[in-house]
């Protein structure tokens, strides 16, 4: 019996492994957004297995990968995802708190992040932000030109581009803020998949609360409120991208509070017996596409100070 479960380990990992090569060159040449659940099935085979045999995974992965894409790809695969793979691997097998396993493998993901901007930097000799500046400047100059195409006048072209550059300039600016907000959605999602599999497979993790339970702590309003009276106070002070750094926090806050307004309508939606799907849909609409951004960061301000659903007395 033992034989057999070593082979059936053996041919399980295998298998991850060469799903896991197309699984990666599809999303690079396709569909970037994929490569967001790479680490999943390496931590499902870390917590299943040994923390070993991810490691050697991810590195056969991000070698075969960048034998057959290139080199560059398989670095970034290596160095952006193994540290969130152990991160949460370790995490799991020593049975600790969601919210821990969430928070420090999104600092993880976040540090990997800023290290791959520095080697990146090495490697080219231009920072990330030149680079995005210069793609910004050739496609406002691609559009400009469509617009010139369509007739627009050479005042309406100049307004164009203007607004244009303002819009890839503030990009930019907030690249900050959009880096940990897609480093804490790479540990939510990998997290939740490998935890799915894990119980499927007879592996019980600690419990990842619902999203429409989601709430920010309770001291979220006090701190918010010293942060931008410290920053008020500050402005006068000669300090670096001090305006760009206000920005940052300013976008992050509106991003949590979002969150947790989609979390509130999630929950009533629930308690409505809406049908999983349907909420689904209504929550990617709400998130993605009618832009009411403004009014769901409301909703979850309002929440943080009023606590409507509760979530302390209810449960589901």
Request: charged share 15%; net charge neutral.
């Amino acid at each position: 019996m033992d034989d057999d479960n070593f082979k059936d380990d053996i041919l399980e990992t295998v298998g991850i492994i060469g799903f896991m090569v197309v699984y990666a060159l599809l999303a690079i040449h396709s569909f970037p957004l994929l490569l967001f659940l790479f680490p999943a099935p390496f931590i499902y085979i870390g917590v299943k297995k040994d923390l070993k045999i991810a490691i050697g995974g991810i590195t056969i992965v991000s070698l075969l990968v960048g034998l057959m894409a290139d080199t560059y790809s398989g670095i970034v695969l290596f160095e952006l995802f193994m540290p969130l793979s152990l991160v949460i691997i370790y995490e799991i097998t020593n049975r600790k708190k969601s919210t821990e396993v969430l928070l420090y493998s999104t600092v993880v993901f976040f540090i990997s992040c800023l290290l791959l901007y520095g080697l990146i930097q090495d490697i080219t000799g231009a920072s990330i932000i030149t680079q995005m500046e210069e793609s910004f400047r050739e496609i406002v100059n691609v559009q400009v030109e469509m617009f010139r195409e369509s007739g627009l006048t050479n005042y309406e072209l100049s307004r164009t581009r203007d607004q244009l550059k303002n819009t890839y300039s503030y990009i930019v600016s907030i690249l900050p803020a959009i880096l940990i907000i897609l480093s804490m959605f790479a540990s939510y999602i990998n997290y939740y998949a490998s935890a799915i599999a894990l119980r499927r497979s007879g592996i019980g993790i600690a419990s990842i609360p619902n999203f429409s339970r989601f709430k920010l702590p309770s001291t979220i309003i006090p701190g918010i409120v010293v942060i931008f009276v410290a920053l008020s106070l500050a402005k006068g002070l000669d300090i670096p991208k001090f305006d760009a750094i206000v920005l940052n926090i300013i976008v992050f806050t509106w991003f949590i509070f979002s969150v947790q307004g989609l979390s509130v309508i999630d929950y009533f939606m629930i308690n409505r017996k809406f049908k999983t799907i349907i909420r689904i849909i209504i929550i990617i609409l709400i998130a993605f596409i009618i832009p009411v951004g403004s009014i769901l960061s409301l909703i979850g301000f309002i929440d943080a100070i009023f606590d409507f659903r509760k979530l302390n007395k209810n449960k589901f």
